[in-house]
């Protein structure tokens, strides 16, 4: 059975992960040492707060062993700020991603009747090729943020629109991130997360 290993770097709402894997029963336990990544058999990245922060507490023995484990075929899913760390660079703040996406942030425009943050239920377009959101019928996810990946970006599987199309999903080999927060988004996640289970494997 897959063991799911979330990454804890203190940027927010890893309870909420592990309530809703316990609610799947999919085993999966809170990481707070770099080195004990090898031994889960799929990694989540989530967070929620400022792009500086995250890149701020990726110091190099997580870097180093997040690396280590995409090489070795781990699979990994970014959640929110956690797909954002996975790309390359964010205007929120300095710092670099981790680059595996060539994804770069820009603060979602302003625009007629539509408030920044974004937040709140979207629609999400999925491509033919997404494994996130196969066998999701009409999915929507719960979205809390106020900075963006072009739906046009390289990786992009499912994107959102807000004004402007957005980048809701990102999938390459054994990486993918999405936007939006499964843990927030009742069957949908639901169907998202037992998706990356069983359909990204080692």
Known sequence: MSHIGVISLGLGN?????RMLAWLEIP???VQEPNEL?????????GVGHFTDGTTRL????????EQSIKSGIPLLGICLGMQLLSKSSEEGSGDGLN???SHFQKIPQAPGLRVPHMGWNEVVASSNSVLLKD??????????SYYASGND????GFARYGIPIAAVLERDNICGVQFHPEKSHRFGMQLLRNFVTQYNL
């Not at 390289?154 to 599987?157: D, E, L, N, Q, V």
Request: glycine share 2%; net charge positive; hydrophobic share 40%.
């Open 59 to 66: 110091t190099p023995p997580w870097r180093e062993q997040i």
């Open 100 to 102: 595996y996406f060539t």
């Open 28 to 30: 999966a336990k809170a």
């Open 154 to 157: 390289s990786g992009c599987t």
């Open 38 to 46: 090898q031994q889960f058999s799929h990694l989540i990245l989530p």
């Open 14 to 18: 890893i309870a909420s992960v592990l």
């Open 136 to 145: 999701i019928d009409q999915p929507r996810f719960y979205f809390v943020h």
